[in-house]
């Protein structure tokens, strides 16, 4: 069925929030006040004593839009408040559209804006105009309904297999936590316990700026450590003296830790590494003493306890920082025998890679679910949501 393109005007009105001054953003109040921020979470909310226009309020069941930086539709389900500038109160014309269509049409046509915008871009938005002009697909009310029908059945299927593979995630992650957790919570006979400073030399990294010539050894930043790997093929380069190389230089057991940033703690153990040094907002840790494997120590920095006082340890600005005499204040657990040592890394990795293949797996499948998602929605705005999709449905296809 081809599909009549409307001005989204045409079939509805969009009206702002209120922008708010500070002093106008209570801790308390009679009114919560909606803002982005909220708008797909429920952090940190500010409240109002306003009173304002109705138009200024929102309530159960009104549709929505936040069109600044996070954006996209939302049938609001939190009760009456106040809504912020960033977000559009959608009032439809029903005799042209169904509220549940023009939801699930927006939602698909977020990802189009995003597409449009170009994936470099981080701070996405549209203005009241550009959206207003929009040119969207609508067939009859009959149709609309027909669709909304489809998509919701389809939808709920696939938040229900999104939450279990979601639980499963959490149950696969929280299981080696449980095990690491055993591992470095023995206070038995053969244990010693000391600071990581008593058996480590820690160090900064080196300051400098990266290149991408290669003009010296590979400057090693914290971004460049992904999913507990480094591409070096893609790490920059930096000049450094022959006596500041000596220093800095990595080599295979050196653990690198981030100080500083959202990433604070994350750690990473080289092996085989290039010439390289470290940037200076990682800390270098070497295990000195032949008392400890590098690699019980890259374990111990997955556990609980070490996170614990990593967060516990936050400093400065709002990025939070952990420093170099704090790292090695920290108090370690471990056998004396380093073959006993070698016995749990060598446990601990095999866990580690049986978890890693299964983490691998669910999080596979909630990409496969995303994906299911849009191309439903693709074929549903572009005509063909075929009858046998609306059979599959109806039958819970989605596993």
Known sequence: MAFE??????????TNGRAYK???????????LLRVGNFFSNRAWYYSDLELNEDKYCDNGDLLYAWSASFGPRIWDGGKVIYHYHIWKIKINEELVDKGYLFHLLDWDTEQIKAEQGTGSTMIHVTKGSMENRYLPFPPIPEQKRIVTILDQAFADIEQARAKTEQNLKNARELF??????VFSQRSEGWVETTLGN??????????????????????RITDIQNNDVNWGKVPYCPISKADYAKHKLETGDIVFARTGAT????????NPPEAVAASYLIRLRVKSDALLPEF?????QTKGYWDVVNAGMTGSAQGGFNASKLAAMEITYPDCRDTQRVFVDKLSLVAQEIEQIISKYEKKLVVLDELKKSILQKAFSGELSKTLEVDTNKGAVA
Request: aromatic share 16%; hydrophobic share 30%.
């Open 297 to 301: 120590v890259k374990f111990f920095f």
């Open 177 to 182: 936590e449980s095990y690491l957790q055993q």
């Open 264 to 271: 604070t703690g994350k750690s990473y153990l080289l092996s």
């Open 5 to 14: 393109m409307k001005k989204l005007n045409d079939v509805c009105r969009l």
């Open 199 to 220: 058996l480590s030399d820690i160090n900064y990294g080196y300051t400098e700026k990266a290149s991408f010539e290669a003009n010296g050894p590979h400057f090693l």
């Open 22 to 32: 500070k002093p106008e953003m209570l801790s308390e109040g009679k009114y919560p």
